[in-house]
């Protein structure tokens, strides 16, 4: 992978003309254990189930789990695309319903030392990539790290997960804040994680409304509630997700009805003028 974005960007724009735009989301958390990748990942297989081409991107760079917990055996990852030891199409897997997954690493700590023009490689890359997607969700680390920042810019949505526990909710606000402090991300999408019922999840989001209109200038969407659910736990530990192992419990049905919500978005149809994934697919 050439780390000269100008460079990769000349070779990789006729690769991507004749594709069509993507739609791309940043799934984030304000702190680790609030769901976000068992969102990610059993948003993804209702999308796949909802005959979308998904692409799943372990933005967790340095301790990527999501393969782990689909059991999915992956020869290479990430970081032999930062290394330019193999392409993008090379390192990724084929999951679950034909799931796309782009595989971080386990337990490498240089690849959490990434410069912001080593992001940007890895961003640029994805135009090489030969599946006609439809949409990519992006599961970064919890947090705020330099590459939450990076990829979270790069997409077109943000879903910010977050449960009702004060350090999710301080988190999230946080989140927000340094996501919308250079005006790259004005709008946020919010999913309720592990909720006892739908107007607990309605609550959740009123509290966080409340921090964010007053001292920010941010849209906060409301997508929907995921509720608590023993048999998610149970199905990580047998390596699948939960959509797969039971497609009718109550949070099986959150996910579907959140991908049939997502499924309505408008695609982007231009550049927004800065660095985004997949994007020789909108010039």
Known sequence: MSNNPAMQHSSLRQEGRNLPPVQTLSVVSGKGGDGRTTVAINLAMSLAQQTAQVVLFDGNLSMGTIDTALNIKQKFNIADLVADEKDINEICVTGPYGITLVPGCHGNPEMSQLSQIQHQGIINSFSQLRTAADIMLIDNEAGISRSVLDFTYAAREVLLVVCDEPASMQNSFATIKTLSSNKECCRFRVVANKVDSSQHGLEIYSELCRQTDRYLDVL??????????????????????????????RSSRSFQRLAEKIMKWPKPDSAQGHPEFFLERLI
Not at 221 to 234: A, N, Q, V, W
């Open 220 to 249: 906060v969407e409301y997508c929907g509630c995921i509720p608590f659910d023993e048999e998610i736990t149970e199905a990580s530990r047998a390596g699948k997700a939960l959509t797969e192992t039971n497609s009718g419990s």
